[in-house]
């Protein structure tokens, strides 16, 4: 077991960083003050605040690994301390992202992955794709009319894995949009089903967002009842990630999905004139195994992917909620005006949901052909914002107010799935905001509940066992 040491002086900030690394599979000590630390960081992660409460210069050095985050005045002692390389990561506020940062590091160091570590030069994209298709099938983003999409490559000079976001995300690949479940005949009284194509195949220039949201529908699909169309299509599937560009609508930094390397074979970082490959699976080695376009990585390439991830710790959007608390956030938030004033300018057109990583609910129509003899059964991406979504056969609409249905959309991210899951069941990716037409945003719904129930949830989730 991963072992970690929280010490902050304010109950509600070592809960919320607590939490979040025991969601990350860590066994964690929460301490108050520096007294009751003192000897039980050794080896350890360190998650810890600079303050006149608790100086972390008195336990940083026996640390394997230390994330620290201080108090504006003593930002001078941090950058002192940073200097000496007394610590990894220098958190200034509420930021998860950076410790799944620090944490990843660490755990690189520790288990010795990457496997192995190699470089593309960019102007040997195109021959790179095109050897990752004798070997499988590859679907990576390509330029769209609207923007980036993913689709099946057809040819490999038309794949671009430097973007912001695709108007669609992955999970279209294993659950698309429509599809045909089964074909029936009244007469013959005769059904036969569909048999999705089964294909080996690599999914290039993921994400870490979106690779996320594919581990969302991964248990959302197989737990209970495997849904076969979807255990199928994912079946032999490998994917190699690069890291994004983002822009002024991701949040990922707020839910630590900005930098993970969980679900990849190999993942790429954009070193400017060239990528660093990181190979991470056994898989991942023999897909890219014997490729010439790939030669091994030099110090100055490592070097520059750790400036590169420094970078991207930036967010584009402030820190202002975390994933560990928003759970008491939304159940505080029933009754909040929030809803009637978003509701009030939502169209109610289900874009939010189509676009989302992590949405998968769907609708179940027989198409019967104009003789009424024979159809076809299929199923379609449904959306909870349509008022139609939750009629029932009697009439009855549970949901038939736009102002519930707002609600019910973030109730399901941040609470209702979280509670099954573990984790919250929105990967931050902004898909939802940037293609909204009212300009609706889930990360501004998110951040003003927080700002409106700031005390309450401090004491609300400060209380908690
Ligand atoms: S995309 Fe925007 S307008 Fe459309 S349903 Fe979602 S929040 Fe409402
Ligand atoms: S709710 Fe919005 S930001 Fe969150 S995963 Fe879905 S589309 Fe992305």
Redesign the pocket.
């Known amino acids: 077991m991963k072992e970690a040491v929280v010490v902050f002086s304010a109950p509600f900030l070592r809960k919320a960083y607590a939490d979040f690394l025991r969601r990350q599979g860590f066994d964690v000590s929460e301490c108050a003050d520096v007294g009751s630390a003192a000897g039980a960081v050794a080896g350890k992660v360190l998650v810890c605040e600079h303050s006149s409460e608790v100086d972390a210069g008195e336990l940083v050095g026996e640390a394997a690994c230390a994330v620290v985050g201080a108090a504006p005045e003593r930002a001078q002692d941090v950058a002192a301390l940073k200097e000496a390389g007394a610590f990894d990561v220098f958190i200034g506020t509420l930021a998860p992202g950076q410790i799944v940062e620090a944490v990843n590091t660490y755990l690189d160091g520790v288990e010795g992955t990457p496997k192995a570590n190699k470089v593309l030069s960019r102007d040997a994209l195109s021959s790179f794709v095109a050897a990752l298709m004798e070997r499988r099938a590859v679907y990576a983003p390509v330029d769209g009319r609207d923007g980036h999409r993913f689709e099946k490559v057809a040819d490999p000079s038309s794949v671009r894995v430097t973007y912001t976001s695709t108007v669609l995300?992955v999970k279209k690949v294993f659950a698309p949009v429509i599809e045909t479940l089964l074909k029936f005949n009244r007469v013959e009284d005769s059904a036969e089903a569909e048999q999705p194509e089964v294909e080996p195949k690599v999914l290039l220039g993921v994400h870490p967002?979106d690779m996320q949201?594919v581990l969302r529908l991964d248990w959302a699909f197989t737990e209970r009842n495997p849904e076969s169309n979807y255990v199928n299509r994912r079946r032999d599937t490998l994917f190699i990630g690069v890291t994004c560009t983002p822009d002024e609508?991701c949040?990922c930094q707020n839910?630590g999905t900005w930098n993970t390397r969980e679900g990849y074979d190999a993942f790429m970082v954009d070193l400017g004139d060239r990528w660093l490959v990181e190979i991470l699976t056994d898989e991942g080695m023999r897909l890219l195994d014997g490729l010439s376009m790939l030669s091994d990585a030099d110090e100055e390439a490592l070097r520059k992917a750790r400036v590169v991830r420094r970078d991207l710790s930036s967010p584009p959007l402030p820190v202002t909620f975390h994933p560990a608390t928003t759970d008491a956030l939304m159940e505080m938030s029933e009754d909040d005006k929030t809803w009637v004033d978003v509701a009030n300018r939502c169209f109610s057109c289900g874009t939010?949901?189509l676009?989302?990583?992590?949405?998968y609910c769907f609708d179940v129509e027989d198409e019967v052909d104009i003789t009424l003899s024979a159809g076809e059964r299929v199923r379609k991406w449904d959306s909870c914002q349509l008022q139609s979504f939750a009629k029932v056969a009697t009439g009855e609409n549970f949901r038939e107010e736009r102002e519930g249905r707002v609600r019910h959309?973030?109730y399901r991210?941040y609470l209702f799935l979280p509670e099954r899951y573990g984790d919250v069941?929105?990967?931050?990716?902004?898909?939802?905001?940037r293609y909204c037409t009212a300009d609706i945003h889930?990360?501004d719904i998110v951040a003003k509940l927080a700002e409106r129930h700031s005390a309450t949830l401090t004491d609300v989730v400060g209380a908690r066992e």
């Open positions: 995300p967002c949201g609508y949040f839910l939010c949901t676009v989302c990583p992590t949405c959309r973030l991210k069941f929105c990967v931050g990716c902004g898909r939802c905001g889930t990360y």
